[in-house]
């Protein structure tokens, strides 16, 4: 109680200080910060931007299953953090600029330890241009093309209330993410040229950079792994070799720059040259003598993908020379060709009779039983279509827009720099709850979709199992997820995965919020359309309304061989996805002529999957059929009441239902329902859209019902989905109720300058 008070206290204290910063006006902050930067500029050719994120987070985890106290890991957690990025722009002659990042982060939690201190560089390039025409970059950059080319996939949310996108923006940039762009090492050239009014403007572009590079990575670490200590491809992310990108893009926008003509061409690869081993205890007992390994043995074979995309647009309304009409069109067509490997000697993945994935195949020895040289390969190649059309009408008054995206991807499609998600779900607060569950994600028994939507940590610090201080009793504490060592803990990431590791994280998505097209709309064996329309009153009323429907171009067949001599195949028909929804905000105080904002927002949205078996008629029986239906409804309210003061509130919550639905986490005891809920209060210090101060207070309450039948039926205690307090000696009905909530107190800083 002390602690809580003591950190109450500090919440005071910032909110004060804030308040007392209001004294200096807005206008003679900025006028001083101007003459500075002015005077920078002028004298040194230096230019000094950054941002500023600080967050003091205390959750609570409490529930009511737990009554005999099994469960003796700390039940709050408390995460103090300050990340400083420092951007310095030198330019020692016009036409060339150096770039770099300096990122300063602070663990308040041991603000006098040293470890707690980070220095690093985060970004750093050169850059410069010939006239205006070229324009060149070495070392990091970023870059996107089009959603079937080199884009990061963004997660659409309506209408989310004001409280949680500020969360989830400073979740994000934690990770650097910009938009929909990608973030690349290497070098970027550009060429622009202005052609005339009929001929337009002509670009020309390519890149070469690396996309990852070998590195050792502890198999059982949460860093770097999707599934740690699990033998499954696409468990870690370590790479044996440095895979780069070779990419050229060419458009061409004649008519005023009102048609639009696009070509990239694209080549992904690993330097095989690089493939690099390293030594590790066998089966991670360190009393066994070190033995010879790839870095990454569930990531064996080299990459060889390539892509090349054509595009065509044209903006209607403008070459009709009609500004009040919205009518654009544009078309994709994008085709992949990659090297695929299947294993000889077993097939690398196993399956159960639904189809899930179990895990890796072992020999006798438990080792895998494919090798580097077990492989026959196979050049697979798809196809990808995208067609987006806007149509619309706008005046100063009101205006009403509907756009629709058409998605034709085969199966074969394939390409990771478009299909590479910025979302997988992790579990953020409290995890040291459930630390031998957390890497199962959204199968963990204390998942929610807003932890892992809205909280991070940039260095957590887990707690060890044991109180013991010698080296026995340190190494004996690590848990199945992670390695008592710090590590991130974010959702959000601009990593680009492999096909492997694509495949492993289809079986961990939120189905709450990446059900239809988890990998955005390069999303493979995908067919189908989404509408939105949206309508807006002046700039104080806008609503909305989506609908799509997409579905499998093609049933998923899989393989099953229990190396016994027995292998079969289960073929599943198309599955079918639905979505549809609608939402509004609207300023009350600007409708009726206030300057000071009184926002309401709302929204709802219905999603939902079948799938239905194409083996059991064989067998005389019905084919099965297996449902997902989620909702997931928002709420927000903002008000200012002063200049600079306001108040912030939101409401969400998701309603999902499974039905005949298992995979290999939760085959044993299938989750059937369940509902999330997640309100938020508080203050802020608002200064300008991305910088402000804000003290919060809510609650996150989940409620899952678990089919325990099989664990009651054969007396087994526990499941990894379900917590370690479940007793399948007091489960009498073989249904499972769990409920657990989250309380949060938390402030946060944010700034850009």
Not at 299 to 312: A, F, Y
Not at 413 to 418: C, E, G, I, S, Y
């Amino acid at each position: 109680m002390k602690k809580i008070m003591n950190m109450k206290k500090t919440f005071a204290a910032i909110l004060a200080a804030s308040m007392a910063a209001s004294a200096a006006t807005a206008v003679e902050n900025q006028e001083l910060l101007e003459s500075k930067v002015d005077s920078i500029n002028a004298k040194r050719g230096l230019e000094i931007t950054g941002a500023i994120r600080a967050v003091a987070q205390s959750s609570r985890f409490e529930t009511d299953n737990d009554y005999s106290g099994l469960n003796h890991m700390p039940s709050v957690e408390k995460d103090e953090f300050v990340t400083a990025d420092i951007n310095f722009g030198f330019r020692p002659w016009e036409n060339v600029r150096a770039n770099a990042m300096v990122r300063l982060g602070a663990g308040m939690q041991e603000y006098f330890a040293s470890a707690a201190k980070t220095v690093s560089v985060a970004w750093l390039n050169v850059e410069g241009n010939l006239d205006d025409s070229f324009y060149w970059v070495v070392g990091d950059f970023r870059q996107q093309y089009s959603p079937l080319t080199l884009f990061l996939p963004s997660l659409d949310i309506m209408y989310e209330p004001q409280i949680f996108a500020r969360k989830r923006y400073m979740a994000e940039h934690e990770q650097m993410i910009e938009g929909n762009q990608r973030n690349l090492q290497g070098v970027n050239l550009q060429f622009r040229k202005d052609l005339g009014s009929a001929l337009g403007q002509v670009r020309a572009e390519g890149l070469f950079a690396r996309i990852n590079r070998t590195a050792v990575l502890d198999l059982g670490g949460a860093e770097g792994n999707i599934m740690p200590n699990e033998q499954v491809w696409g468990a870690s992310q370590a790479a044996n070799m440095d895979k780069f990108l070779l990419a050229g893009n060419f458009e061409l926008l004649p008519v005023n720059r009102n048609v639009y003509v696009g070509v990239t061409p694209m080549y992904i690869f690993d330097n095989e040259d690089s493939y690099s081993y390293t030594y590790r205890h066998p089966k991670n007992n360190y009393t066994n003598p070190y033995e010879r390994e790839s870095i990454n043995p569930y990531e064996l074979n080299p990459q060889k993908t390539l892509v090349v995309s054509g595009r065509l647009g044209a903006d209607v309304a403008s070459l009709m020379g009609n500004n009040n009409l919205i009518l654009d069109v544009t078309g994709e067509f994008a085709m992949s060709n990659d090297k695929v490997y299947t294993a000889d000697s077993s097939y690398a993945l196993q399956y159960d009779e639904m189809g899930n994935l179990v895990g890796l195949a072992l020999n006798e020895d438990e080792k895998p039983y494919v090798a580097l040289d077990s492989f026959h390969t196979e050049d697979l190649s798809g196809t990808a279509l995208l067609v987006n059309a806007n149509v619309g009408y706008k005046n100063e008054t009101f205006g009403a827009r509907l756009g629709v995206d058409f998605v034709m991807n085969d199966s074969n499609w394939f390409n990771n720099l478009a299909q590479s998600p910025r979302f997988f779900a992790q579990r953020i607060q409290n995890s040291d709850k459930d630390g031998q569950t957390v890497k199962f994600g959204v199968n963990s028994p204390l998942y929610s979709s807003f932890d892992a939507l809205y909280n991070f940590d940039p260095k957590f610090s887990p707690v060890a199992t044991t109180l013991g201080t010698d080296d026995n009793a340190f190494a004996g504490s690590d848990v199945e997820s992670y390695s008592i060592a710090n590590y991130n803990k974010n959702s959000w990431t601009t990593n680009v995965f492999t096909r492997n590791q694509l495949a492993l994280m289809e079986t961990l998505y939120d189905p709450a919020l990446q059900l239809a097209l988890p990998n955005g709309l390069a999303t493979p064996n995908r067919m189908g359309a989404r509408a939105t329309l949206t309508g807006n009153f002046k700039d104080f009323a806008e609503v909305q309304g989506m609908f799509s429907m997409f579905n499998q171009v093609k049933g998923l067949k899989v393989v099953k061989d229990d190396h016994m001599g027995n292998v079969s195949t289960i073929s599943y028909k198309a599955a079918n996805y639905m979505e549809f929804g609608g939402g509004a905000k609207v300023d009350i105080f600007k409708m009726i002529g206030f300057t000071k904002p009184l926002e309401i927002s709302g929204s709802y949205k219905h999603s939902e999957r079948s799938l239905e078996t194409d083996f059991m008629a064989a067998l005389g029986a019905a084919e099965l059929k297996s449902e997902v239906k989620s909702d997931f409804i928002n709420g927000g309210l903002y008000v200012q009441y002063l200049p600079r003061l306001g108040v912030n509130l939101g409401v969400q919550m998701i309603n999902t239902e499974f039905t005949n639905t298992s995979n290999a986490i939760t085959q044993n005891a299938p989750l059937l329902k369940g509902t999330q809920m997640q309100w938020m209060v508080g203050l802020d210090y608002n200064i300008a859209p991305n910088a402000w101060l804000a003290v919060n207070f809510g609650m996150i309450n989940v409620e899952n019902e678990y089919n325990t039948g099989l664990l009651v039926a054969g007396a087994v205690d526990g499941s990894p989905n379900l917590p370690d307090y479940y007793d399948v000696k007091k489960d009498a009905t073989g249904m499972f109720k769990h409920e657990f909530s989250q309380m949060l107190l938390e402030a946060s800083i944010n700034v850009e300058f």
